[in-house]
């Protein structure tokens, strides 16, 4: 006489039932309607070729990076490694900092370098732009506005700021 596995003739006897009072409501067949596709219209996607459509964002030295930002808002390099302390330095220094670790892979060290800076300042100021992001909506617009504009800058030199 063979061996029988209870729960293998539960499990059989229990889809059976189910199989009679109604189906099973969870398999794909029993659906009564496709549901409609939900498109994230704001991420990037990819053009029939497979490239991207996103912002294109190449490797960059840190001192061209920090050039070419600075450049864009019409400030020079040396007011951001001055020990200036008013407030809009600061904040022309938190831009770019948060700018260049969260948008185009700058090295806190690198960035330190050209701002004769400490690394730990950098990412300090790294921290407090990405917190600032999240709370302040015209630092986010900011930073969006010059993430777009040193992208095609850099994607088409021929363009100015």
């Known amino acids: 006489m063979p061996l029988v596995n209870a729960q293998a003739v539960e499990a059989s006897h229990c889809r059976r039932r189910k199989q009679e009072e109604g189906g099973l409501s969870w398999h794909p067949s029993r659906s009564s309607e496709d549901e409609p596709l939900n498109v994230d219209t704001g991420s990037p996607k990819v053009d029939y070729l497979g490239r991207s459509t996103d912002l294109e964002r190449p490797t960059l ?20 490694a001055s020990r200036a302390r008013d407030s809009q330095t600061a904040l022309t220094r938190r831009l770019v900092v948060t ?23 950098v990412s300090w100021w790294a921290g407090e732009g990405a917190r600032r992001r999240i709370e302040d909506e015209g630092f986010a617009k900011e930073l969006n506005r010059l993430d777009r504009k040193l992208a ?10």
């Open 99 to 121: 700018l260049g670790i969260e948008g185009w892979r700058q090295n806190r060290t690198a960035l330190a370098g050209v701002l004769l800076k400490n690394a730990d300042v």
């Open 152 to 161: 095609a800058k850099v994607n088409d030199p021929q363009r100015k700021g």
């Open 61 to 80: 030295e840190a001192e061209r990076f920090v050039g070419l930002v600075c450049d864009l808002l019409g400030v020079g390099v040396e007011r951001l």
